[in-house]
Every structure is written in C-alpha cells, then in structure tokens.
C-alpha cells in the first residue's frame, strides 16, 4: 500500500514475466484504460476500492495471452467502466487460443464456451459440449 499506483503497474507487470522495457511501453495505455493517471504517482493505500480495481483489471488485462485463464468474469465497477471491461475482455477471448473459465454463470459459459467440464467433489464427472454440460451440473445440483 505504501508503494504508488505506478510502482504497483512495474511490480506487477514484472511478476507476469514483462521486461522493464515492455512495461514502460504498456503504461501509457495502463493509465489511459484505468483513467488514473492524474492519482498514479499517489501511494495505493490513498486509492478508494474502484480505484484499486480499476487498476488491478488494467494491469492484468495489458497482455494478449495465448491461454485465458478466468475465475469468473470481471464486472464491477460504475456502469461505463463495467462495459469498458467488458469489451476488453471480449477482445481478449477473440484474440486467445483458447480460454479456461470457471463460473456458475450459465448465460455466460452458453455466450463464450463451447464445452463444459463439471467437477463434483475435485472429480470430473462430465466433459463435453456446454449445453449438456450445463445440464449435468443442474442434475448434480439438485441431487446435494
């Protein structure tokens, strides 16, 4: 908390495997996606909550992955922002090889997946196509 918002951007970036040079190149449009660049240089212990998100989702979605890996969906946030993140995260799905998204969110696993793996207890006990695979889960679901 004590380290700014764009020590925070540096440490972060570094720990996802970035080079200092690559996230100095990311940081312009960090700041411009987050909207924070007039607080940046404020320690992260001064940010309110949305501001700390803003600049958790900002950071962590400044890379292209090959593999999205999801637990669940990020959408919090004042409405305007939401429906930023969520353009990001779209783009980012399009853009990957493929994406591993764990949720209970039926409307959006039918939106984004085209197979579904059901676990009960740690065990697989479906994989397949979403739609059965959503209602492997109800039929689980209902048997607890």
């Given at each position: 908390?004590?380290?700014?918002?764009?020590?925070?951007?540096?440490?972060r970036?570094?720990?996802?495997?970035?080079?200092?040079?690559?996230?100095r190149?990311?940081?312009?449009?960090?700041?411009?996606?987050?909207e924070?660049?007039?607080?940046?240089?404020?320690?992260?212990?001064?940010?309110?909550a949305?501001?700390?998100?803003?600049?958790?989702?900002?950071?962590?979605?400044m890379i292209?992955?090959?593999?999205?890996?999801?637990?669940?969906?990020i959408?919090?946030?004042?409405?305007?922002?939401?429906?930023k993140?969520?353009?990001?995260?779209?783009?980012?799905?399009?853009k990957?090889?493929?994406?591993?998204?764990?949720?209970?969110?039926?409307?959006?696993?039918?939106?984004?997946c085209?197979?579904?793996?059901?676990?009960?207890?740690?065990?697989?006990?479906?994989?397949?196509?979403?739609?059965?695979?959503?209602?492997?889960?109800?039929m689980?679901?209902?048997?607890?």
């Amino acid at each position: 908390p004590e380290a700014t918002g764009l020590e925070n951007i540096y440490m972060r970036g570094l720990q996802m495997g970035l080079s200092l040079k690559e996230v100095r190149a990311l940081i312009p449009a960090v700041l411009e996606f987050s909207e924070l660049a007039a607080d940046i240089e404020k320690p992260l212990g001064t940010f309110s909550a949305g501001m700390r998100l803003r600049l958790a989702i900002s950071v962590s979605t400044m890379i292209e992955p090959d593999i999205l890996l999801l637990d669940e969906w990020i959408g919090t946030g004042d409405a305007r922002f939401s429906e930023k993140v969520k353009t990001r995260m779209m783009g980012l799905v399009e853009k990957s090889r493929g994406l591993v998204l764990a949720t209970h969110n039926a409307a959006l696993m039918k939106s984004l997946c085209t197979h579904g793996l059901v676990l009960a207890k740690g065990r697989v006990t479906f994989y397949g196509d979403i739609g059965a695979a959503l209602a492997t889960y109800s039929m689980e679901k209902k048997k607890v």
